[in-house]
């Protein structure tokens, strides 16, 4: 991860351990959000989900359409909440299924 990954990242797994019972309250599994791409690294990408600033999400590359990259720092996707990771305090993200909506900058 490079060091500006880093100083995105900083301070967020606090914040996320602060704020797990909310994020997991208001954000269950199944639930469809809005993110930015915050950081991409070689087994996924770290997201900041709409509304929910506290929250830190992670789309893992085996979640994303077989060939295709990982969406860029900055960009805005929609996805669907997969799974709570307790141990780290992240929010599993996957791509939604959509025909008109997607990636967007």
Same mark, same amino acid.
């Given at each position: 991860m490079?060091?500006?990954?880093?100083?995105?990242?900083?301070?967020?797994?606090?914040?996320?351990?602060?704020?797990w019972?909310a994020?997991?309250?208001?954000?269950?599994?199944g639930t469809?959000?809005?993110?930015?791409?915050?950081?991409?690294? *070689?087994? $996924? #990408?770290?997201?900041?989900?709409?509304?929910?600033?506290? !929250?830190?999400?992670?789309?893992?590359?085996t979640?994303l @359409?077989?060939?295709?990259?990982?969406? *860029?720092? $900055? #960009?805005?996707l929609?996805?669907?909440?997969?799974?709570? !990771?307790?141990?780290?305090?992240?929010?599993?993200?996957? @791509?939604a299924?959509?025909?008109?909506?997607?990636?967007?900058?």
């Open positions: 490079s060091p500006d990954a880093w100083s995105l990242l900083d301070g967020r797994a606090e914040r996320a351990k602060s704020s019972s994020t997991t309250s208001l954000l269950p599994v469809r959000v809005r993110a930015r791409v915050l950081a991409t690294m *070689p087994f $996924g #990408v770290f997201a900041e989900i709409d509304g929910q600033p506290n !929250a830190l999400a992670l789309m893992e590359i979640t @359409p077989p060939g295709s990259e990982p969406p *860029p720092v $900055g #960009v805005h929609d996805a669907v909440v997969i799974d709570h !990771a307790a141990h780290n305090w992240q929010v599993r993200l996957r @791509p299924e959509s025909r008109t909506q997607g990636l967007s900058d």
